[in-house]
């Protein structure tokens, strides 16, 4: 039975990188990335550690072994990683219901990733659920960035209450930026 939890060992900190390099949009197929989705940031085990350190992860657990995440983090990690610098910019100029970003507390999914052989089980829904539980006493919204190429991601987020909010082109890539307004929306239960 899959658990949702936060991180707690440097071994699940070890895992998640292995999920990441596994499913890095570089190490798959044109057509993997078109079926089953992607990341795009590689972040060094040493740079996953800090934000953890900041944030513990969410993480989808079966027997021992980390088979999904979602990296929690907010603009208190700028400066760290160029990718994250960019999308905390982005987010901070964008207006939501009349209001800056830049003026309230916003959390971040700095990565989300569930392991091939768990996709589909509702997954993405409970780590957000627990995501949501573990942040919204001090946040008002939830926001990340989905690459154009990866529409899987896009429904999967969308199924949850992320609504697209703005593009943005950084990375070599086009993005959706999509935000989760956790005053409003609930996490999908079909």
């Not at 085990?45 to 021992?64: C, Q, S, T, V, W």
Request: hydrophobic share 35%; aromatic share 8%.
């Amino acid at each position: 039975m899959v658990q949702i939890g936060r991180l707690s060992t440097q071994e699940e900190l070890y895992q998640i990188k292995d999920l990441q390099t596994k499913n890095l949009k570089s190490n798959l197929s044109p057509s993997e990335q078109e079926t089953q989705g992607f990341v795009t940031a590689s972040y060094t085990f040493d740079f996953l550690k800090k934000m953890n350190e900041l944030h513990p992860a969410i993480i989808a657990k079966e027997g021992g072994q980390v088979v999904g995440y979602a990296l929690v983090t907010t603009s208190e990690i700028k400066g760290s990683h160029q990718l994250l610098d960019d999308l905390i910019g982005h987010c901070d100029k964008v207006v939501f219901k009349n209001v800056s970003l830049a003026s309230i507390p916003y959390a971040i999914v700095g990565q989300l990733c569930v392991a091939k052989a768990y996709r589909g089980q509702g997954l993405v829904q409970k780590m957000y659920t627990h995501f949501k539980e573990s942040m919204q006493q001090t946040h008002q919204c939830c926001i990340t960035d989905v690459d154009e190429e990866n529409p899987r991601s896009l429904r999967a987020h969308q199924k949850v209450g992320f609504e697209v909010v703005g593009r943005l082109g950084y990375g070599g890539s086009q993005w959706n930026l999509v935000l989760w307004d956790w005053n409003r929306s609930e996490v999908s239960r079909t």
